[in-house]
């Protein structure tokens, strides 16, 4: 069964500090890869994705994430969080040939930025 | 281009009342359309998905509904909400492997 796990349900940094936030994948092909953003009563919103290629990612916002096969997973990162950062974070993947273009969610992680 | 809209905002509805709730997709034919929840706190489950008017397949039972009148327009329904209904829900379309949100209902059942 395919599952994604965001092992941190939220974390707390302070505005300018460098940002990690971990996502890991279990299934036995390597799926598309996303990380969503999620503002205070708002829909979501693609950072950015991954489907082959250099696995390091540029995103919006200065976001970006690196793709590692062996260890399956797909952290996302900044260099400097800004207050504005503050949000819900959703990675998710999919998978190649699926009809249904299911997205799999995991449970979020809440990025809380101290000024 | 192409926009997605959801209706409406927000809503609060009493225990056994009905409910529907739309999406409508302009710029793109024949997309691929989704319904998404989120329950208070918590990820996002697909409910649904259509590939073509008047085709729906359901993914998660949460006594709901769905249909495709129209080839842009998705709608989810239900003739008797219960409390665990209240949450976050979210259409969205794909084209290819891109995924595109909708704004997404705000749903409060009490």
């Known amino acids: 069964a395919q599952s994604v796990t965001q092992p941190d349900a939220r974390v707390t940094v302070s505005e300018g500090a460098s940002l990690q936030l971990r996502c890991k994948y279990s299934?036995?092909?390597?799926?598309?890869l996303f990380w969503y953003v999620q503002y205070p009563r708002q829909g979501l919103q693609l950072l950015l994705k991954?489907?082959?290629?250099?696995?390091v990612v540029q995103g919006v916002n200065g976001f970006e994430a690196e793709f590692s096969k062996s260890n399956s997973s797909f952290h996302l990162r900044k260099a400097s969080v800004h207050w504005s950062d503050s949000a819900v974070y959703f990675c998710?993947?999919?998978?190649?040939?699926?009809?249904?273009?299911?997205?799999?969610f995991g449970a979020g992680t809440q990025l809380i930025v101290i000024p | 281009a192409q926009t997605i809209h959801q209706w409406p905002v927000a809503e609060i509805k009493a225990v056994g009342s009905p409910l529907s709730l739309g999406c409508t997709i302009k710029?793109?034919?024949?997309?691929?359309l989704y319904w998404y929840w989120q329950a208070t706190g918590g990820t996002l489950q697909q409910l649904f998905y259509s590939i073509t008017v008047g085709q729906v397949e359901s993914v998660v039972q949460l006594n709901l509904s769905a249909s495709r009148p129209k080839d842009d327009q998705f709608i989810l329904s239900t003739e008797k909400l219960l409390l665990s209904h209240s949450g976050f829900y979210l259409c969205?379309?794909?084209?290819?492997?891109?995924?595109?949100f909708g704004s997404g209902t705000r749903l409060l059942v009490i």
């Open positions: 969205a379309w794909t084209t290819n492997s891109d995924y595109t």
């Open positions: 710029g793109k034919s024949s997309p691929n």
């Open positions: 998710a993947v999919s998978y190649r040939g699926s009809a249904l273009g299911r997205l799999h």
């Open positions: 299934s036995s092909v390597t799926p598309y």
């Open positions: 991954y489907y082959s290629g250099d696995p």
